[in-house]
């Protein structure tokens, strides 16, 4: 729904450490300036929402610490995932290396035996 929106560009009145910043957290989370802000004002209703509920702010920590520890275990798949196809490559080239080795002994054998 938020890609059908048009953007169109703002000015604010902010400082030069403020503004590289920002730019430092736009590139952290992996997103543009537009994706930073609404994440920035998601992460503000969230909490004004825990503010305005107060008998429900103990199942709203919950279910935040939920979704942060399903984000961490779905972070930790993917960088195992990751080191993993790491650990394959590796052992891979170092089989087809020594693949190469054994291949041009037994032409130099075969060389020698000619």
Excluded: C, H, W
């Excluded at 779905?74 to 394959?88: G, H, W």
């Amino acid at each position: 729904m938020a890609e059908s929106k048009e953007l169109k560009p703002k000015s604010f009145r902010i400082d030069d450490e403020t503004a590289e910043k920002f730019k430092e957290i736009s590139a952290a989370i992996g997103g543009n300036q537009q994706q930073t802000l609404s994440k920035l004002i998601e992460a503000y209703e969230f909490q004004s929402g825990k503010a305005i509920l107060t008998d429900k702010k103990a199942d709203i920590e919950e279910f935040e610490r939920y979704v942060t520890a399903i984000t961490r275990k779905y972070m930790s798949s993917l960088e195992d995932n990751q080191n993993l196809s790491q650990t394959i490559r590796t052992e891979f080239d170092a089989l087809l290396s020594s693949k190469d080795v054994t291949i041009q002994d037994i032409q130099s054998q075969l060389s020698a035996a000619k």
